[in-house]
């Protein structure tokens, strides 16, 4: 233990090197916890849809969404997503699957949906690449 103590007096570079790595670390996982925990895949995402109605909202911009999106989603950038909630007020009563392009800006959607007062905000886990991957069928130029 004398040793440890002596080698991290002897090089506090390298000890604040690993304190910093280990907080990134533990910082990455929280995330992922974070964006995981309201994330569903595309069959979870699919049962949604057909059986509950679930409305699909795309936060990737208009240029994105015109070239492919899911079936009969809404597009709402994320930038705007506050100023155009009042888009959403008729599904009040659905779910909602928020994606984007593989997943990573959708925690943020979910967020701001549900500090809104949205109850049922689900993500869609890989986003719309995952839901192309899964060959499931989507609307667009293409």
């Known amino acids: ?55 699909f909202v795309d936060v990737r911009n208009e240029n994105a969404y015109q070239s492919s999106h899911l079936p009969g989603a809404i597009n709402i950038p994320l930038e705007h997503l506050d100023k155009q909630q009042d888009r959403l007020k008729r599904f009040s009563d659905r779910s909602i699957v928020v994606y984007c ?28 690449e995952a839901w192309r991957e899964a060959s499931m069928p989507t609307e667009g130029r293409n």
């Open 1 to 55: 233990m004398d040793r440890v103590i002596e080698f991290g007096f002897n090089h506090p570079l390298l000890i604040v090197a690993l304190v910093v790595v280990l907080a990134a670390i533990i910082a990455n996982e929280y995330m992922n916890y974070r964006r995981s925990r309201n994330a569903i895949d595309t069959t979870e995402a699919t049962m949604l849809y057909n059986r509950d109605a679930a409305v």
């Open 101 to 128: 392009d593989r997943g990573q800006r959708t925690l943020k959607a979910v967020l701001a949906l549900k500090a809104q007062g949205w109850e049922s905000v689900q993500q869609l886990k890989g986003g719309i």
